[in-house]
């Protein structure tokens, strides 16, 4: 099968971008000038420049034409499955200790995601407590969009209902005053494209994906008491672990030579 003509420049320019040829804020050649050098229709160009805006290589700047976007060093997650404390109650990310809400928690009832209802235990449209943060860093540089869902069977009439819920937040809260701790956590971590409110909320330019890490709060009851839903982009960060042997790998294995 022959690959279409627009897929074949969106791949050399991929090459040339990607090995430095066009660098970071560098402008591509101008659409008619690229239609010329490979002897296509200038739509076929605008097909080619759109793959690459998808893939978030580069964006079309006014004035400028395509520009090569700089994109961030990622900053490393170790997800050292652990969970971690401070005066400001749990956190799962050494990196992410310091980072601040940067907007009040939003607090609302409603259905949750078809996936959340499923970790939750209840019916797809049934109501469940909704907390929303955006987070940054210390100069206010959005990192994450964080969602807590609660079951009303949990939630409803107390104070997880109200955006302050005291010192150590709502893990505290859950374990200590409403009596489901000690808390367990697990974690998944997959990867989606962002809806346009995700997308402005932490600034992503077009064509970047997310990091969507996903983790339940289960009691000692074996009921999970909260979904956290955790959105972050996949250009400025990356999830880093340590890997363990098992006790089938042990060192030497007797089988070296194989």
Excluded: C
């Amino acid at each position: 099968m022959t690959t279409p003509a627009y897929r074949r420049l969106a791949a050399d320019l991929r090459t040339a971008i990607l090995d430095g040829t066009y660098p970071p804020n560098s402008v591509l050649p101008k659409l008619t000038d690229l239609a010329a050098q490979y002897g296509i229709a200038k739509d076929t160009v605008r097909q080619a420049v759109a793959l690459l805006v998808e893939e978030g290589l580069v964006e079309v700047v006014r004035r400028r034409g395509t520009v090569v976007r700089d994109l961030p060093e990622r900053q490393r997650l170790t997800r050292a499955r652990q969970v971690f404390r401070d005066e400001r109650g749990y956190f799962f990310d050494p990196a992410a200790q310091d980072w601040i809400a940067l907007r009040p928690t939003g607090i609302g009832w409603g259905p949750a995601p078809r996936d959340v209802t499923v970790l939750l235990g209840v019916g797809p449209l049934e109501e469940v407590l909704h907390r929303g943060r955006l987070m940054g860093a210390p100069d206010n540089r959005p990192t994450q969009l964080a969602t807590s869902y609660l079951p009303a069977a949990i939630a409803r009439g107390t104070r997880l209902e109200q955006p302050d819920t005291g010192p150590g937040g709502i893990y505290d809260l859950l374990e200590h005053d409403l009596g489901h701790g000690p808390l367990s956590w697990h974690e998944t971590i997959s990867a989606r494209m962002p809806a346009p409110d995700e997308a402005e909320a932490l600034e992503l330019p077009r064509g970047t994906p997310l990091l969507r890490i996903v983790r339940t709060a289960t009691s000692p009851a074996d009921v999970v008491v909260e979904v956290n839903d955790t959105l972050m982009s996949a250009a400025g960060f990356e999830i880093g672990y340590s890997v363990a042997r098992d006790p089938s790998a042990a060192w030497p294995t007797g089988a070296l030579g194989r």
